[in-house]
């Protein structure tokens, strides 16, 4: 039994009297060097101050004490990610596990950690085993789902959420997160439902009032939009900067521009808002007041780092549009680094098995297997794929193409990249053929789900390029159009843009050169197993040279009459959640061609895609 005193110091802290508690631990440990509780109270009140290194050096000698103490470790554990040191928030984490494997907190605790270090498969495999051991808790569904969803399992995660939602109706977070992502993929009867549904329960829910007016906006019910926007709005002022992200998203520069103002108003120590009234139009010397401002608004210690990417980001395009291109370098140099060591440092990227899978690829997928395999193909001229290396000018494409009134746009599309691992096994080169026929048919259901009305319907998810032949193989009569841009300019694009899920080879030169062959690799092969009817190159280039003749090329390939709503695509009403959204909502101009030639001096491994522009 502890004396008196210290029990003092235990109640002191439970009250939330934490300067009598500190007092107690101090006159303890004076007495009592090796004092165990005491080391460890006195970590606890340091963390509940806001001291995380005096936590981390209290709670690292009461572990030395008293080596399994649950508390002790968890706050330790908790202390070391607040320090964001994950390595070590994960080490003693997984010490927790061999001593408590059936303790769901311990379990979410090292998730938690995973997640901060960038490892989703682990951080999501201790969320799994968290759900088989409590299976009616919504959160930890909810967690799972999210997990899930970054690995870019979505079915899988709506599947969570749903659970989520079932188990605990009256949290918003689970109908959120369901309808963002139902919404993402077109299905937006399913969200309008999901909201009506969950606003019957939860009627003050700024969060579900926000996402009812996004998906009233997507099926074009403005008014109604209007009206939830302002409710989201009154309910948690707040809220004004994701609306205003979204408005950005949906071409209302102007009323985005006011509330991106309005959440600088109320929050002045924030990047994104800064960044959202840059990336939104051109920026000229009036702006000096704003540009002054977010390099000001940089020696801002506690700016979290997301904040302070966003920053980075706004002020390269800035600086771009101002022409004074090596500051625009420098300030996008220092933007993706914050941004991998966010995303991407826990996630090596390994080129060399980006080579042996590229080989695995075009070792499987040859003229004879796809002759072979021929039977197998749908006979829906339904999907318009357009495909290419991000940032080459897909989003255009697609924009010109979805202005015709015969065609409705899905966006982008990850299921083919999600499934082919389940359709195709590399290593054994074989085609699971049954699997294969009933992911062909699901994912023309998919596409209905976003567009139930239109004849065709376009899939831009750039990445397709790594699965050309398999689409091909299922959709023999579907066009695929490939969009090349200079590679420099595309490895530019991508450095100088701010992802909000980048990809593994993202932010880094020297992998983005290793990713931009890979592709031009990709595409040569399939180049000699898919017809030159079904495959169509374009360069980025002649589209903005020559618009009305490349667009008629592109109609006639897809199978279209000529439509003059195409040539003024930028009137397009459709919502833009790619980097693109200003530049498409323009009419075609040609700035971004050859920009690389004003960033000659800096463009370091990028100059070594000079070689690969012959190839264009």
């Not at 959420?161 to 993402?184: H, I, N, S, T, W």
Request: proline share 5%; glycine share 6%; net charge negative.
């Amino acid at each position: 039994m502890y004396p008196d005193p210290f029990k003092g110091a235990e109640e002191a802290f439970h009250r939330g009297d934490l300067e009598q508690a500190a007092q107690i631990c101090a006159a303890t440990l004076r007495e009592s060097p090796r004092h165990a509780a005491a080391t460890m109270l006195s970590g606890l009140i340091a963390a509940r101050r806001g001291d995380t290194h005096g936590a981390i050096e209290f709670l690292k000698k009461g572990l030395v004490l008293s080596p399994d103490d649950y508390v002790g470790i968890t706050w330790l554990q908790i202390a070391l990610r607040v320090a964001g040191r994950f390595g070590e928030a994960i080490e003693i984490g997984e010490k927790a596990r061999s001593l408590w494997p059936a303790d769901v907190d311990v379990l979410v605790n090292l998730s938690h950690a995973y997640l901060g270090a960038r490892d989703i498969v682990k951080a999501s495999g201790c969320l799994a085993r968290a759900v088989k051991l409590r299976p009616n808790d919504g959160s930890l569904h909810r967690r799972f789902g999210i997990s899930l969803e970054l690995l870019g399992r979505d079915e899988e995660a709506a599947s969570e959420f749903r659970k989520a939602v079932q188990l605990a109706p009256e949290a918003e977070d689970g109908y959120v997160r369901l309808g963002q992502l139902l919404m993402g993929h077109g299905n937006f009867s399913q969200v309008i439902e999901l909201c009506e549904k969950a606003l019957e329960r939860l009627p003050n829910s700024a969060q579900l009032h926000l996402l009812y007016a996004q998906t009233l906006r997507s099926v074009r019910d403005n008014e109604l939009a209007h009206q939830h926007l302002q409710m989201a709005i009154s309910l948690d002022p707040n809220i004004v900067l994701s609306a205003a992200l979204w408005l950005n998203e949906d071409g209302e520069f102007e009323e985005a521009a006011k509330l991106f103002q309005e959440s600088i108003r109320r929050q002045p120590k924030q990047g994104i808002a800064y960044f959202g009234l840059v990336k939104a139009r051109k920026m000229t010397d009036s702006d000096s007041v704003l540009v002054d401002q977010m390099e000001s608004l940089l020696e801002e210690k506690s700016l979290p780092p997301k904040e302070r990417a966003a920053l980075y980001y706004g002020l390269g395009k800035a600086a771009n549009d101002l022409q004074q291109y090596e500051k625009a370098m420098a300030w996008f140099e220092q933007g993706n680094r914050v941004n991998y060591s966010i995303y991407l440092s826990g996630k090596p990227y390994d080129r060399q098995q980006l080579e042996r899978n590229r080989r695995k690829i075009t070792s499987i997928f040859t003229a004879e297997f796809m002759e072979r395999h021929r039977y197998l193909g749908s006979e829906s001229e339904v999907p318009i794929f357009i495909i290419g290396m991000i940032r080459s000018g897909t989003t255009l494409v697609e924009q010109i193409i979805s202005s015709h009134p015969q065609v409705g746009p899905a966006g982008e599309q990850r299921f083919w990249v999600n499934e082919i691992p389940k359709v195709v096994d590399l290593e054994a080169q074989e085609l699971d053929v049954a699997k294969f026929a009933e992911v062909r048919d699901r994912y023309l259901k998919v596409l209905r789900g976003f567009q139930p009305d239109s004849a065709r319907i376009t899939d831009k998810m750039p990445l397709n390029f790594y699965c050309a032949g398999l689409i091909h193989l299922a959709y023999p009569k579907s066009p695929i159009i490939h969009i090349q841009r200079h590679p420099v300019d595309t490895a530019l694009s991508i450095y100088m843009t701010d992802l909000s899920k980048p990809p593994d080879f993202a932010h880094d030169k020297a992998n983005i050169v290793a990713e931009y062959r890979n592709y031009l690799a990709l595409m040569d092969h399939w180049r000699s197993v898919i017809p030159s009817s079904k495959l169509m190159d374009i360069r980025y280039e002649d589209l903005i040279a020559e618009q009305e003749h490349w667009t008629r090329r592109m109609l006639d390939f897809c199978g279209l009459e000529w439509d003059p709503r195409c040539m003024e695509f930028y009137s397009n009403e459709r919502q833009v959640s790619t980097p693109s959204m200003w530049q498409v909502r323009q009419p075609i101009y040609k700035t971004s061609v050859e920009r690389w030639r004003r960033y000659e001096s800096w463009l370091g491994e990028f100059a070594s895609l000079q070689t690969d522009s012959d190839m264009l």
